[in-house]
């Protein structure tokens, strides 16, 4: 496996950091198209919360998001405009080529970063990223969460796991760097079932992955069963330990762009030690040589 960092190194010759940017996009599990309630662990913000408002335009999104890290990170960083929120190619062809055009022009940006869904990228889509992809790095982020079928009807995902065995497909086609959002610690899934789902990751193409830690979120669905003792959040050392394991599967090539992630402290109920994003980081610094 390669980390994140020297996969960015090693195309950009700098170290990189994400400006995140809302596109006021919905999601077709939420408009009535395939559900209204959306995934059962997704908060009313898409998964956003940490993106810029998008009441600004992308332009001003950026400079805000920059604002943010840009002492941090230096003089000599580089930056990837980060479509994070919702269903980013859930739209117009038009809207995306406009939105991915503005955000290509900003003098910081290295790069695009896409979130979306696999089921959302029919062949207008397609075009548009294709076409940008010959012109700039273009990463496409899939929320997979697992290859499992039937918890992704447990999850309420609303798309099954060959759309996005095709999508990959379409995805490398075209030039497209592919990373794969897989969530461990779903309801009712074993360990080998998330090892299952890294497996197949990998064998469909992935180019790298974002692995987090199940979190409940006030207001979600998932709450609802949290609440109920439908299931148990996993531990910290019970999470990597699942980790741990995973990383003995990838292959060198695989890049992992994150071990876990942190949910909204204003919305977060559990499980509280991804509260402390230092204290994690410090358990990961210590536990793993990456």
Not at 144 to 170: F, G, M, P, W
Not at 249 to 265: A, E, N, S
């Amino acid at each position: 496996m390669m980390t994140a960092n020297e996969h960015y190194k090693s195309v950009f010759g700098c170290k990189m950091y994400k400006a995140s940017i809302s596109f006021a996009k919905t999601c077709p599990n939420r408009d009535g198209t395939k559900g209204t309630c959306g995934c059962i662990f997704c908060s009313a913000g898409g998964s956003g919360e940490f993106a810029s408002p998008a009441g600004l335009n992308i332009t001003e999104q950026i400079d805000e998001a920059i604002s943010k890290v840009e002492k941090k990170a230096g003089p000599g960083a580089g930056y990837i405009a980060y479509f994070q929120s919702f269903t980013n190619t859930y739209c117009d062809p038009d809207d995306l080529a406009a939105a991915m055009d503005e955000a290509s022009a900003h003098p910081k940006i290295k790069a695009l970063s896409i979130a979306t869904r696999p089921d959302c990228l029919p062949e207008g889509i397609m075009k548009v990223i294709s076409e940008r992809a010959s012109k700039i790095h273009v990463y496409i982020e899939l929320g997979l969460q697992t290859s499992n079928d039937q918890t992704a009807k447990l999850i309420n995902r609303c798309y099954e796991t060959k759309e996005y065995d095709d999508a990959v497909k379409r995805l490398k086609d075209s030039g497209v760097n592919v990373i794969t959002h897989v969530i461990f610690g779903l309801p009712e899934e074993t360990v080998d079932q998330m090892l299952e789902t890294v497996r197949h990751c990998v064998n469909i193409g992935t180019d790298g992955i974002k692995f987090t830690c199940l979190y409940v979120l006030k207001g979600t669905e998932l709450e609802k069963m949290w609440r109920s003792g439908a299931f148990e959040v996993l531990g910290q050392e019970e999470y990597f330990d699942i980790v741990g394991k995973v990383l003995e599967l990838l292959p060198q090539h695989i890049v992992v762009h994150r071990l876990t992630g942190d949910g909204p402290k204003s919305l977060l109920l559990a499980p509280l030690w991804t509260k402390d994003k230092r204290s994690v980081i410090n358990y990961i610094n210590r536990r793993f040589s990456l």
